[in-house]
């Protein structure tokens, strides 16, 4: 079911852990960057974490054969997630403006949080950052596989098959979870592995410039005792983060959800939960600015209290909900949230804003005529070079004889009917006239 708005428990008391001193808040609501963000599953008996899910703006899953990307839609997450993923904020690992560009560094630093908060015992650490740095592989990386395999089960080339056996031996000796001893003994899987450094350029292209990129991973681990989550805003987004999203672009916050065996995957849940929070632009300026554990609190509580509620019974919740033609701008929905704070809103604040405002009264001679000018003056050129595109071209020619074809046709018939006197009339009314 999707979220309602609902009145929320006090804050609970938990550890908090930063590291350096946040920057403050810019007042005037700095654009925060556009946000990529992937989901990485390691299952049972696997050797590797796996993309499974990603978000630009709306979700898309990999479907059940593997093979490929579904179509985008609207995120619908269950109620109970959304308070769980609350509930692991407020009492779980909170890592504020960690500054580091080492994977490894991160994870150490996150373990010795777990370890600290006696969350986990001591003697876990070394599994835990062993299991976290196994090889992260993506979904492209497994279309190209199989491509390859394709071709070379097609054409029988010698070099492409033995290729394919070397990439099939090298996933067949990595260490699974359960037989991960040591930190090096990843590494060393990691470098052998074929396709640990490639990445998603094509998908890259479709990103806005200066895109960043929010990592999560999920599993199920037979030796826990206790779910375990952590949340990590770097100060600076690294780009030397190898592998660990299938695009080229700096990552920013990365979040862990561990925990032990659970019936319906409960972790996968709130991870999708997690993802769909950082694909609210709101969320995201909201998470940017945040300085501590409570920032982070209120801006779950803002996302549920801009969400709506589904009633179970009255819809499918296997029914994908297509994206929206036209979604709610983000200066609108802060606009809905002063005003349910209670907050003066300056209703002429965006009277002279975007490309379709009115004309309005200034009392000045051609005044409201010269502002609606200077106003749309940046689109102007814009305007024209949309005139010349091909596909304006093409919809001009194919109006015109779209309008064009009736008329001839009329003219024709009518040609017919009248016998070719069709400008009779005319030459009558010239001769009275005259």
């Given at each position: 079911m999707?979220i309602?708005?609902?009145?929320m428990?006090?804050?609970?008391?938990?550890a908090?852990?930063?590291?350096g001193?946040?920057?403050?808040?810019?007042?005037?609501?700095?654009?925060s960057a556009?946000?990529f963000?992937?989901m990485l599953?390691?299952?049972p008996?696997?050797?590797s974490?796996?993309?499974?899910v990603?978000?630009?703006?709306f979700?898309?899953?990999?479907e059940?054969?593997?093979?490929?990307?579904?179509?985008?839609?609207?995120?619908?997450l269950?109620?109970?997630?959304?308070?769980?993923l609350r509930?692991?904020?407020?009492?779980?690992?909170?890592?504020?403006?960690?500054?580091?560009?080492?994977?490894?560094?991160?994870w150490?630093?996150?373990?010795n949080?777990?370890?600290?908060?006696?969350l986990?015992?001591?003697?876990?650490?070394?599994?835990?950052?062993?299991?976290l740095m196994?090889?992260y592989r993506?979904?492209?990386?497994?279309?190209?596989s199989?491509?390859?395999r394709?071709?070379?089960?097609?054409?029988?080339?010698?070099?492409?098959?033995?290729?394919?056996?070397?990439?099939?031996q090298?996933?067949?000796?990595?260490p699974?979870?359960?037989s991960?001893?040591?930190?090096?003994?990843?590494?060393?899987a990691?470098?052998?592995?074929?396709?640990?450094?490639?990445?998603?350029?094509?998908?890259?292209?479709?990103?806005?410039?200066?895109?960043e990129?929010?990592?999560?991973l999920?599993?199920?681990?037979?030796?826990?005792?206790?779910?375990?989550?952590?949340?990590?805003?770097?100060?600076?987004?690294?780009?030397?983060f190898?592998?660990?999203?299938?695009?080229?672009?700096?990552?920013?916050?990365?979040?862990v959800?561990?925990s032990?065996?659970t019936k319906?995957?409960?972790?996968?849940?709130?991870?999708r939960?997690?993802?769909t929070?950082?694909?609210?632009?709101?969320?995201?300026h909201?998470?940017?600015k945040?300085r501590?554990?409570h920032?982070?609190?209120t801006a779950?509580?803002?996302?549920?209290?801009?969400s709506?509620?589904l009633p179970?019974?009255e819809?499918?919740p296997?029914?994908?909900?297509e994206?929206p033609?036209?979604?709610?701008?983000?200066e609108?929905r802060?606009?809905?949230?002063?005003?349910?704070?209670?907050e003066?809103?300056?209703?002429h604040?965006?009277?002279?804003?975007?490309?379709?405002?009115?004309?309005?009264r200034?009392?000045?001679?051609?005044?409201?005529i010269?502002?609606?000018?200077?106003r749309?003056?940046?689109?102007y050129?814009a305007?024209?070079?949309?005139?010349l595109?091909i596909?304006?071209?093409?919809?001009?020619?194919?109006?015109y004889?779209?309008?064009m074809?009736?008329?001839?046709?009329?003219?024709?018939l009518?040609?017919?009917?009248l016998k070719?006197?069709?400008?009779?009339?005319?030459?009558?009314?010239?001769?009275?006239?005259?």
């Amino acid at each position: 079911m999707r979220i309602s708005t609902a009145t929320m428990a006090p804050l609970m008391d938990g550890a908090d852990f930063n590291l350096g001193t946040p920057e403050p808040a810019d007042e005037h609501g700095a654009e925060s960057a556009a946000l990529f963000c992937e989901m990485l599953e390691l299952r049972p008996g696997q050797s590797s974490w796996r993309e499974t899910v990603r978000w630009v703006k709306f979700e898309e899953d990999v479907e059940e054969d593997g093979n490929r990307w579904s179509k985008p839609f609207v995120a619908a997450l269950k109620l109970h997630a959304l308070m769980e993923l609350r509930n692991c904020i407020s009492s779980g690992s909170v890592l504020l403006d960690l500054q580091t560009n080492n994977l490894n560094e991160i994870w150490n630093t996150l373990v010795n949080e777990w370890v600290r908060m006696d969350l986990v015992p001591a003697s876990y650490h070394e599994p835990l950052v062993a299991t976290l740095m196994q090889p992260y592989r993506h979904q492209h990386q497994f279309q190209r596989s199989i491509i390859a395999r394709n071709k070379s089960s097609d054409v029988l080339d010698p070099a492409s098959s033995s290729s394919m056996r070397k990439y099939n031996q090298s996933l067949a000796t990595m260490p699974s979870v359960n037989s991960m001893s040591s930190v090096d003994t990843l590494s060393d899987a990691l470098s052998s592995s074929p396709t640990g450094d490639k990445t998603n350029k094509r998908f890259f292209k479709k990103l806005p410039p200066g895109s960043e990129a929010a990592s999560i991973l999920v599993a199920e681990l037979e030796f826990l005792r206790r779910p375990l989550t952590g949340f990590v805003r770097l100060r600076d987004a690294s780009n030397t983060f190898r592998g660990l999203v299938e695009v080229p672009v700096p990552v920013r916050y990365v979040f862990v959800a561990l925990s032990p065996k659970t019936k319906g995957n409960r972790v996968r849940e709130l991870g999708r939960t997690m993802g769909t929070l950082f694909s609210d632009e709101l969320f995201q300026h909201e998470v940017s600015k945040a300085r501590d554990r409570h920032d982070l609190l209120t801006a779950i509580d803002d996302f549920m209290g801009s969400s709506t509620v589904l009633p179970p019974g009255e819809w499918n919740p296997k029914i994908r909900i297509e994206p929206p033609t036209q979604v709610q701008s983000k200066e609108s929905r802060t606009i809905q949230k002063k005003i349910l704070d209670g907050e003066d809103v300056d209703d002429h604040s965006d009277e002279h804003t975007g490309h379709g405002a009115e004309i309005k009264r200034t009392g000045r001679i051609c005044g409201g005529i010269m502002d609606d000018i200077k106003r749309k003056a940046k689109w102007y050129l814009a305007d024209f070079k949309d005139a010349l595109h091909i596909q304006t071209i093409a919809s001009i020619i194919f109006l015109y004889f779209a309008s064009m074809t009736p008329l001839v046709t009329f003219g024709g018939l009518m040609s017919t009917l009248l016998k070719g006197r069709m400008v009779g009339t005319p030459w009558h009314l010239f001769k009275i006239l005259s």
